[in-house]
């Protein structure tokens, strides 16, 4: 596996965004790119959006300081671009981010005061990587590899993972555990990669049980 590159902020130029509905601002909802949960709503001008596609870092108008606002200015809780979009009407945008601490001033993980730990949605992610090391298959790829070797191997590897977290389980070694688990899990999502299957068909199994009980 390998980590994800920095955000292509030349592909967000060309948005057309309609900055005069409401006097050259637009509403911008923050999203963490991990888990989904929206963070902050703030406003973006022109400018605003050309910090934030240059620096990498959400950057917004303040209304009450009549100025540019980059989020994290004074307390470094910055937040950093992953992507953005624009809605269908062209008057407000949708930032997904990586938070770099608590998103509002109270110190809370959100302005609505939600808490923000779930990592779960970065399953999706690691799904979309193995998703395109399969169709863009390279040589430095450990997947792209595995892929290359056929169903087979990729069964095999489930298997093996599979046996090493039990071994673990009987110990108390969490960061073996962790590691194991890690392993079975990404190895787990290949396997349904290489069969044509998607991790949402699994959770409609689930879903479908639990509608049973």
Same mark, same amino acid.
């Given at each position: ?9 030349s592909e $967000? ?29 703030? *406003? ?50 949708? +930032? ?8 509002? $001033? ?35 790829? *450990? ?42 899990? *990404?190895?787990?999502? +290949? ?5 044509? *299957?998607?991790?949402?068909e699994v ?11």
């Amino acid at each position: 596996m390998s980590g994800f590159s920095k955000p292509d902020r030349s592909e $967000h130029t060309d948005m057309n965004i309609d900055f005069n509905k409401m006097d050259g601002l637009v509403p911008a909802i923050v999203q963490d790119a991990i888990s989904g949960k929206v963070l902050m709503q703030g *406003y973006m001008n022109e400018a605003a959006l050309a910090k934030t596609q240059e620096t990498g870092m959400v950057t917004f108008f303040s209304r009450s300081k009549n100025r540019l606002w980059t989020k994290g200015e004074t307390s470094e809780n910055f937040m950093e671009l992953v992507s953005i979009a624009v809605d269908c009407d062209g008057d407000s945008i949708l +930032v997904k981010a990586n938070p770099r601490g608590p998103v509002c $001033h109270t110190g809370a993980d959100t302005c609505w005061n939600e808490a923000n730990s779930s990592k779960t949605g970065f399953i999706d992610q690691l799904r979309a990587i193995i998703k395109d090391r399969k169709n863009n298959p390279t040589d430095k790829s *450990y997947t792209a590899s595995l892929f290359a070797k056929g169903i087979n191997k990729v069964a095999q590897k489930v298997g093996e993972e599979a046996v090493e977290i039990v071994i673990e389980a009987k110990d108390d070694n969490k960061e073996l555990f962790m590691g194991e688990a890690a392993d079975l899990l *990404y190895h787990y999502l +290949v396997l349904l990669e290489a069969k044509g *299957y998607e991790l949402d068909e699994v959770m409609e199994v689930l879903i479908e049980r639990h509608r049973k009980k």
